[in-house]
């Protein structure tokens, strides 16, 4: 129980933070990332360590190119980055 409230407290300041259900890159995020494990939280990384993580994960996430970039784009709003 612990577990699920600490994700959704993550998820809900993933959302206040810049991202949200109609952010694209947010929906990608959820959905390839937590295909293997729980949401990361965003400001966890720098742009630079992000780019390196989602590059290193993308093929084993079957993302485009396009892909990549919405995600890592929402991850540079979300830290206030963009």
Known sequence: MKRLAAI???LSGCVAAGGGSDDPGHRLFLAKCTSCHAAPEAARHTDGEWAGLVGEYAKEAKCTEEEIALILGY???????E
Do not use: E, P, S, T
């Open 8 to 10: 959704a407290l993550a």
């Open 75 to 81: 991850l540079r709003r979300v830290n206030g980055r």
